[in-house]
């Protein structure tokens, strides 16, 4: 059963100063037992998380459209501030880079260290 995520409570407010809160928040949660509010995986959610991340530093074949590029400067500032809104939807050609293939837990959390790895010592 798919889940409208632009429907579900109970989502945890995060605020970040560093990659070194990030990686001890999901180490956290490996950890320890978590709760899943969406379609995907925690796997999965680390997988996608690293594939950010790490087309952040390698860049990505995505080219937004038009409307896109007009526009994303405008809202990059709430973007960066308040987040995507909740059941925010990928469009089609960038689900098939940043959406998740069936990840593994362990795999997700393996692909997810390197990124924040490469985080801290790529992008200095």
Known sequence: ???N????TGRRQLHFSSVDEILADVERLAAGPHRILGNWS???ILWHLATVMNSSIDGSSIRPGFIMRLLGPLMKGRMLSKGMSPGFQLPANMLKVFGPPPTREEDGLKVFREAIRRQKTETH
């Open 1 to 3: 059963m798919t889940v």
């Open 5 to 8: 995520t632009a429907q579900v």
């Open 42 to 44: 925690f796997g999965q």
